[in-house]
């Protein structure tokens, strides 16, 4: 659902489970998706949680030393949060734990179904892409995050298997990816808003037109009931409002737009207005191969 720097140190470590190369294309340009794991190293932290009673407060402290993964912005902030959705998930584990393997064998089928049609879509059969899909159990928030290359590492999904619409969040994320490479995008969480608007939108109507067939809700990278036609019932308001701020950055803005109630009463507002916008921009003659390319520096301006 979106691009952070926070938890990125050290889940390099764990071992690449797949890697596929795209067929048709010239030794130049060759695509791949590498799958790594981080289901097993929950495992291994809920065998131990649960090996003996434990309180919350020292569940968490195991979490967060044994795991740590979690779709939410770095910092305080992002650990409160993240604290949250643990001891709200927590009841829900025992009946996902004999799922696990199946989810992750679902995800590494879609996983490169949607990487493949997304190379497609974006016509990079001349550019070499190369990403990373990280396994991992979540919070049953239906959340993911993709990471920027950085010191080293590929553009990297993180992915929880137990989302319910795991296959369009697949193709939204792994967009990202594909993105953030051709477009050479280094921004990540507290991005000018109008970045982050350009990003999602495009990653929203990239799984759109990758997995078509499903309502337009599954593809706003919102589960509220009734969400997207409370968007398109503000939409005036939220495009007007959200305007001055399209080039405003830092994480405090951030976090309005994308996880509180922005100007309208309306939780993500920035997606609400990159759905519209991102609508617009195609349906004005805009491609997707076009609007992948366009840089970092102009995607404020593009909104």
Known sequence: MA????????????????TWLSAGNPPEAVHSLEIADRVAKFEAFYAKATAKPLDEGTRWALWKKEYDIAAVPPGLDGDKMARQLLDSAW??????????????????????????????????????IHSRLVLYVGQFDDNAYTVPPMDGHLATVMMPVENVQLRLALAHELTHSVHIQ??????SFGAPIGETMFLEGLAMRAAQRVFPGSPEAAYTANDDKGWLAECYRKKDAVLASILPDLDKSGSEIAMKYTFGQGNNGLHREAYCAAWIVMGKLLDAGRTFPELARIPESRMVGTI
């Open 182 to 187: 051709l477009a050479h995008v280094r921004n």
């Open 3 to 18: 691009l952070w720097k926070g938890l990125y140190a050290g889940m390099f470590g764990v071992v690449a489970a797949a």
């Open 91 to 128: 009841v829900k584990y025992p009946a996902l734990m004999p799922k696990i393997p199946a989810l992750r064998k679902e995800a590494e089928v879609d996983a490169h179904e949607a990487f493949d049609k997304i190379n497609v879509l974006f016509e990079t059969k001349g550019t070499p």
